[in-house]
């Protein structure tokens, strides 16, 4: 996230003034000659006082802006993130023992007292702790910073899995450069691509997901990037389930070209050439969701809440078009500068399987996947409630709620296992999260959320009431 800091000038001319005004005015015989008798001190004593306390008060504030304006990234920024506090509280005790030694407050008795010593040796060891104790826990973070910026990617996919595995498909970050001839690029691994897809120019290929191959491509009429996703038909042999394809292909990407919302990624256009069925949209950069499911690198309670609540809100938007999603799940998620949140892949769940044999075919993500879902039935937008259930819980705690050795397995558990307590993982969140949780993720959709907006409600109750 990019964050201005103009803020902090303000701060440090504060601290500035109160450390250089605070001894001037303590020298002015207004105050040297004034006694102030229910602090056993005079007024210059005082001034020096209210000085330190306005510096110490100051650095705390500092650090808590500064935590506030650095975003979680997993590297860098959540490592500062995690040692600002202890570093400030550290800070504090050392410059109020430097204060007290230097001009003491009588009223709390000389300086090097026994109490006196037992609360600053106390005071340091408890920061130092705290320091320690973030350093430790987050220096993932930090190994992760010094390893390079964080690699930027338009999207990344899995692929719908049959019933024995779930496919992955990550975007490449060593793709050979391409080069160009004759309309066509050829990459170094003798693969062919097309120059053009449409009216869009062919850059590079930027990664392989559910439907097959992605493209960054662009648009020379009004030089705007777009991300294009690609599905072979020359696959399908049959003439029959070609043209079913087709036409559900092209009614799919209708459907979800018509979403129009701030929150859901922008569909452009939908086309078929030289044997390829593709896809423009949006071209989007930031990071996905996925990257703060670990628990090493999870997100604050409250932005967690706030972030699943925007993804329902563009849920239901959906729904109320007629449009599913059937994939809902962190790779699907992305967070765009300034926690601008994009949820991506309507409908792609859908078109893959139009090339694929019906019998028995799952569609969707299987960890995330709703019980009518995983069972084969039809869904409609309580399904992508409970798999935005299941974002949810990973969101929170780094674990699944349903995990399996193998599809069969995982099946059963989704369809009849309980999940686990959400306290179990996190006691520190208010019992209402764990309600909420609770009805996403109920086995029988009618009592599941009816609508994801109230789901969104719900989450936004709970998360305006929280500290910060």
């Known amino acids: 996230m990019t964050t201005s800091w103009g803020w902090i000038g303000p701060y440090l ?57 650095l975003d979680d990234d997993g590297k860098g920024q959540t490592f500062f993130r995690a040692i ?19 001009h003491g407050i009588p ?26 104790f973030a350093w430790v826990r987050h220096a993932d973070a930090l190994t992760q910073a010094f390893a390079g910026p964080p690699r930027r990617r338009p999207v990344e996919e899995e692929a719908p ?11 490449d970050e060593h793709t050979p450069t391409p ?62 389930e070609l043209k079913e394809f087709r036409d559900r292909f092209f009614r799919e990407a209708e459907s979800t070209g018509r979403l129009s919302h701030p929150n859901i990624v922008t569909v452009y256009d939908a086309g078929e050439q030289d044997g390829l069925a593709y896809i423009a949209m949006e071209y989007l950069e930031g990071t996905l969701l996925s990257s703060y499911c670990q628990k090493t690198t999870i997100l604050p309670a409250k932005q967690a809440l706030q972030i699943v609540a925007t993804v329902a809100d563009a849920l239901d938007y959906a729904h109320s078009q007629g449009v599913v999603h059937r ?4 790779p699907n998620i992305m967070l765009l500068k300034h926690r601008l949140v994009k949820v991506m892949d309507f409908g792609i769940a859908k078109m893959t399987s139009a090339s694929k044999t019906q019998t028995s075919m799952i569609l969707g993500t299987p960890r995330y996947m709703s019980p009518e879902q995983a069972t084969g039935k039809e869904v409609d ?8 259930g299941v974002v949810l819980f990973e969101l929170l705690t780094g674990e699944r709620p349903f995990d399996a050795e193998n599809m069969a397995a995982l099946v059963i558990r989704i369809a009849k296992a309980p999940h686990a307590p959400l306290l179990k993982y996190r006691r520190d969140l208010p019992s209402r999260v764990q309600a909420i949780v609770d009805r996403a993720l109920q086995k029988d959709i009618p009592n599941r959320y009816r609508h994801a907006s109230d789901m969104a409600q719900d989450l936004r109750d709970v998360f305006q009431v929280m500290p910060r």
């Open 13 to 69: 001319i504060v601290i500035i003034l109160a450390i250089l005004v605070g001894p001037l005015l303590a020298t002015l015989p207004l105050f040297t000659h004034s006694f102030i008798p229910p602090l056993g001190m005079n007024a210059a004593q005082a001034v020096r006082l209210l000085a330190d306390g306005i510096c110490l008060f100051m650095i705390w504030l500092t650090a808590a802006r500064a935590r506030q304006d």
């Open 84 to 102: 600002l506090f202890p570093s400030a509280g550290l800070l504090i005790v050392l410059v109020a023992s430097r204060a007290y030694d230097a």
């Open 107 to 132: 009223v709390l008795g000389p300086p090097k007292q026994p109490l006196y010593n037992w609360l600053i040796t106390g005071g340091l060891i408890g920061a130092a702790t705290w320091l320690t």
């Open 161 to 171: 899995a049959d019933a024995t595995e779930e496919a992955h498909a990550p975007v």
């Open 179 to 240: 080069a160009r001839a004759a309309g066509t690029i050829v990459l170094r691994t003798g693969t062919a691509v097309p120059g053009t897809l449409g009216r869009y120019q062919v850059v590079k290929e930027i990664g392989r997901g559910a439907m097959g191959v992605v493209y960054l491509g662009k648009d020379p009429t009004i030089q705007r990037h777009v991300a294009i996703k690609t599905m072979r038909l020359d696959d399908i042999e049959n003439e029959h």
């Open 327 to 330: 994939d809902v799940k962190p």
């Open 381 to 388: 937008g309580r399904s992508d409630v409970f798999s935005l």
